[in-house]
């Protein structure tokens, strides 16, 4: 069998991706219901309820206590490695998601700033709390019912 078989045949790999997959649908159909229009950028953009960030590595890290075990090394790296990234979801992220927002609101105040702006930076990076829980808890439903 080869490398690329190996990896895509991985339940470790291929379960976290199916979750993401249908954490980033889910918000291309919310926002589609909500407006009333098709944005296909939420399928691969950040930010949104709910966070498929911490879906994907509190799955990972899910499917590894279970069976690996909950006191092996593995695990403890798996759940330090998701802490880290959903930290980083909500903390920095997030703060840097509502500095785009204000500075975008002063490029486009009149008479603020004279700097010419090719394109709008992008607003929604991270995730609210609770945009990270609830995705943290499909991650952890999916991994341990898997």
């Known amino acids: 069998m080869g490398i690329f078989q190996e990896v895509i045949t991985n339940k470790y790999v291929y379960i976290p991706l199916i979750v993401w997959f249908c954490v980033q649908t889910f918000k291309v159909v919310y926002e589609l ?21 911490s879906a994907i590595v509190t799955c990972i890290s899910a499917m590894i206590g279970k069976s690996e075990g909950f006191d092996t090394p593995i695990f403890a790296m798996s759940l330090i490695f998701a802490m880290v990234v959903m930290y980083d979801a909500a903390g920095v992220r997030r703060a840097a998601g509502k500095q785009a927002r204000l500075l975008n609101k002063i490029v486009e105040t ?10 709008k930076l992008v607003e929604v990076l991270g995730h609210t709390p609770l945009q990270v829980f609830v995705g943290a808890f499909i991650g952890i439903v999916v991994g341990l019912l898997v």
Not at 33 to 53: D, E, Q, V, W
Not at 110 to 119: N, R, W, Y
């Open 33 to 53: 219901i909500k407006t009333k229009k098709l944005n296909f950028k939420r399928i691969l953009g950040a930010g949104g309820m709910p966070s498929s960030h």
């Open 110 to 119: 009149p008479g603020l700033s004279s700097v010419q702006v090719q394109e």
